[in-house]
C-alpha cells in the first residue's frame, strides 16, 4: 500500500514549511503511526508529530457542466529542529 502519495504545494504549506511542518496527499486508509513511520524511511527524517484531515469533495463548474473534486486524505507532519525534507 502506498501511503505517501505526493506534497500538496500551496501557498499555505510553503508558510508552513517556516516553522517546520510539511503537507502531503496521502492514502485515505492510512492511520497517523503509518504517516510517521513511513516519512521517517522515506526521508530519514525525526517526526515530531502528525495531524490529518479529510478534504471532503467541493462543487465545481465549467461552462453549464457541473462536477466535484476528489476527495483526500491530507497529512500535516511537523519535523523535529533542524531536519528538513527537499521534494
Do not use: H, W
Not at 24 to 44: G, L, P, R, W
Not at 45 to 51: G, T, Y
Not at 54 to 74: E, S
Amino acid at each position: 500500500m502506498n501511503i505517501i502519495l505526493a506534497p500538496v504545494i500551496t501557498e499555505k504549506s510553503e508558510k508552513l514549511k517556516l516553522d517546520n511542518v510539511y503537507v502531503f496527499k496521502v492514502n485515505s486508509k492510512a492511520n497517523k503511526t503509518q504517516i510517521k513511520n513511513e516519512i521517517e524511511k522515506q526521508f530519514k527524517v525525526k517526526v515530531v508529530s502528525v495531524n490529518t484531515l479529510n478534504a471532503v469533495q467541493k462543487k465545481r463548474r465549467v461552462g453549464r457542466y457541473t462536477g466535484l473534486t476528489t476527495a483526500y486524505k491530507k497529512a500535516y507532519v511537523k519535523l523535529a529542529k533542524g531536519s528538513s525534507i527537499e521534494y
